[in-house]
């Protein structure tokens, strides 16, 4: 089973994708992903909603919970969703603990920032790694003003180099970096010793992430720095059309898709 300290050892390229359901876990799991995040991407990805920050910890703890009984060999890291920390230290423990004691997480993923410091070190120290994220954090949606790419002027990026190195200090076994400049990743990525994870970062990264559903080309819609490996949603499509025809036609269910029980041919 893939561990934190893997991680951190890992000399080559790391994978990390999403999940939401068991079904879904076992296939990213059995492909040998070596991460899988129960990101609150669910938001938009699987619960209808057209942000993260509608999502509640009971949605994340019971995925999580369904994500942890199908994986064998992935870490598997669950996402704090918004207001599950930050608030009060001693509830955002319990959260994080929650997710670990109760779903079964392996660790959590906190999006980062001045105030989470201090509580990433609290959490590590009682024993819950923590991932830190930073660059775009989807929950400060309504302070950024929308999903723009985030470090594109040097304040912004020397923060960014600060606060990694601040949550490394703190006791955090990876971070991810989302939507920034290749370049900055990259310094980043030389100046810490935890492995980082790219979203929309360059290549330079210790790992990558993508949500399931833009890995595998299940929405009508992906992000310009996610890519699509496949066309699930065209072949979903196709299977649910040939269903439906088979029914309007009568040819499903055939006989072999039923089953006669001779005794009962003269019960009317």
Same mark, same amino acid.
């Given at each position: 089973?893939?561990?934190?300290?893997?991680?951190?050892?890992?000399?080559?390229?790391?994978?990390?994708?999403?999940?939401?359901?068991?079904?879904?876990?076992?296939?990213?799991?059995?492909?040998?992903?070596?991460?899988?995040?129960?990101?609150?991407?669910?938001?938009?990805?699987?619960?209808?909603?057209?942000?993260?920050?509608?999502?509640?910890?009971? %949605?994340?703890?019971?995925?999580?919970? @369904?994500?942890? $009984? +199908?994986?064998?060999? &992935? /870490? #598997?890291?669950?996402?704090? *969703?918004?207001?599950?920390?930050?608030?009060?230290?001693?509830?955002?423990?319990?959260?994080?603990?929650?997710?670990?004691?109760?779903?079964?997480?392996?660790?959590?993923?906190?999006?980062?920032?001045?105030?989470?410091?201090?509580?990433?070190?609290?959490?590590?120290?009682?024993?819950?790694?923590?991932?830190?994220?930073?660059?775009?954090?989807?929950?400060?949606?309504?302070?950024?003003?929308?999903?723009?790419?985030?470090?594109?002027?040097?304040?912004?990026?020397? %923060?960014?180099?600060?606060?990694?190195? @601040?949550?490394? $200090? +703190?006791?955090?076994? &990876? /971070? #991810?970096?989302?939507?920034? *400049?290749?370049?900055?990743?990259?310094?980043?990525?030389?100046?810490?010793?935890?492995?980082?994870?790219?979203?929309?970062?360059?290549?330079?990264?210790?790992?990558?992430?993508?949500?399931?559903?833009?890995?595998?080309?299940?929405?009508?819609?992906?992000?310009?720095?996610?890519?699509?490996?496949?066309?699930?949603?065209?072949?979903?499509?196709?299977?649910?059309?040939?269903?439906?025809?088979?029914?309007?036609?009568?040819?499903?269910?055939?006989?072999?898709?039923?089953?006669?029980?001779?005794?009962?041919?003269?019960?009317?």
């Amino acid at each position: 089973m893939t561990t934190t300290r893997d991680l951190r050892n890992r000399e080559e390229p790391f994978t990390m994708l999403t999940a939401y359901d068991a079904p879904t876990a076992a296939l990213v799991d059995e492909a040998g992903i070596d991460v899988i995040l129960v990101g609150d991407s669910m938001g938009n990805a699987v619960l209808g909603y057209d942000s993260t920050l509608p999502v509640t910890m009971d %949605e994340v703890a019971s995925r999580t919970a @369904a994500v942890s $009984r +199908a994986v064998d060999d &992935a /870490l #598997v890291v669950a996402d704090m *969703p918004f207001l599950s920390f930050g608030v009060d230290e001693a509830e955002s423990v319990r959260n994080a603990g929650r997710l670990l004691k109760e779903a079964g997480a392996d660790a959590v993923k906190i999006e980062s920032g001045r105030h989470t410091v201090e509580m990433t070190e609290r959490m590590t120290d009682i024993g819950i790694p923590v991932m830190a994220h930073l660059g775009l954090t989807p929950q400060h949606v309504n302070r950024l003003g929308g999903y723009a790419r985030q470090g594109t002027d040097r304040d912004a990026a020397e %923060e960014i180099v600060e606060l990694a190195g @601040a949550h490394e $200090r +703190a006791g955090a076994f &990876a /971070l #991810v970096l989302e939507h920034v *400049p290749a370049n900055l990743a990259g310094a980043v990525t030389e100046a810490l010793d935890m492995p980082t994870i790219g979203i929309g970062a360059g290549p330079d990264c210790d790992g990558q992430v993508l949500v399931f559903n833009d890995a595998v080309g299940l929405g009508d819609w992906s992000p310009p720095f996610a890519k699509q490996f496949g066309d699930v949603r065209s072949e979903m499509q196709s299977a649910l059309a040939e269903y439906q025809a088979a029914v309007e036609g009568g040819e499903f269910p055939a006989s072999e898709h039923s089953h006669v029980e001779a005794e009962l041919d003269d019960l009317y």
